[in-house]
């Protein structure tokens, strides 16, 4: 069964700090991979994904997330982190062949101004 | 931007009452997604339809939830009835076709469910 693992639960920085989320998935298959954020008060969007191709994708607000598949990893980065992205932060991957999302269980993210 | 539309945002109910949770997803999105979200985890999927035809309800507790999408556009989530224990958030979400390659799928607002 596919699962998703988040190193993080709770992370907590200062503003311009460089932030890394480490994320681990489990299936031997072909995988969609996701990060979802989730700010106070909203709903899940989408921060970017993997499909296919170069795997160095680059999200919204400056994230970006390397896909390594030897170690079925898609640990997201920023360079420089803002208050405002205090936030919950999700992985997911689905199988390619059934477009079920599985999510690890979020970091929560809180930025110092 | 289109959204998925959920309704109520916010429901309290005392156990063994039923509550029901409507989605209306993103127009076009053939694929609909029900996924519960306890506080302090990530969302589960509870159930998933293609157009009206459910495709997986394998984590749906069927002794108590049901949900349908009869006309394949919007959806209904039904308690009945409902446990201290579904106190969650309920997530409503679309996407153009699961069985598509490079499947996004969209979320809405979510319904919170409090059960006292």
């Known amino acids: 069964a596919q699962s998703v693992s988040q190193h993080n639960h709770h992370v907590i920085l200062s503003e311009a700090a460089s932030l890394e989320l480490g994320c681990n998935y489990s299936?031997?298959?072909?995988?969609?991979l996701f990060w979802y954020v989730q700010y106070p008060g909203q709903h899940l969007q989408l921060l970017l994904k993997?499909?296919?191709?170069?795997?160095l994708v680059k999200g919204i607000k400056g994230f970006e997330a390397e896909f390594i598949k030897s170690k079925f990893s898609f640990n997201l980065r920023k360079p420089s982190v803002q208050w405002s992205d205090t936030a919950e932060y999700f992985c997911?991957?689905?199988?390619?062949?059934?477009?079920?999302?599985?999510f690890g269980q979020g970091t929560t993210l809180q930025v110092k101004p | 931007e289109a959204e998925v539309a959920q309704s109520p945002r916010y429901k309290i109910t005392e156990k063994s009452q039923a509550v029901a949770f409507w989605c209306d997803p993103i127009?076009?999105?053939?694929?609909l997604y029900w996924y519960r979200q306890i506080l302090g985890q990530g969302p589960e999927l509870l159930v998933q339809?293609?157009?009206?035809?459910?495709?997986?309800d394998s984590q749906l507790p069927k002794d108590r939830f049901s949900a349908e999408r009869l006309k394949g556009v919007d959806s209904t989530l039904k308690i009945q009835p409902a446990e201290l224990g579904d106190s969650a958030m309920y997530l409503c979400?679309?996407?153009?076709?699961?069985?598509?390659?490079?499947?996004?799928?969209?979320f809405g607002e979510g319904s919170w469910l409090t059960v006292v």
């Open positions: 997911a991957v689905s199988a390619s062949n059934t477009g079920k999302l599985i």
């Open positions: 127009s076009g999105h053939a694929t």
């Open positions: 299936y031997g298959g072909t995988v969609n």
């Open positions: 979400a679309s996407s153009f076709n699961s069985a598509v390659s490079g499947n996004t799928i969209y």
């Open positions: 339809f293609q157009d009206e035809s459910v495709v997986d």
């Open positions: 993997y499909f296919s191709g170069d795997p």
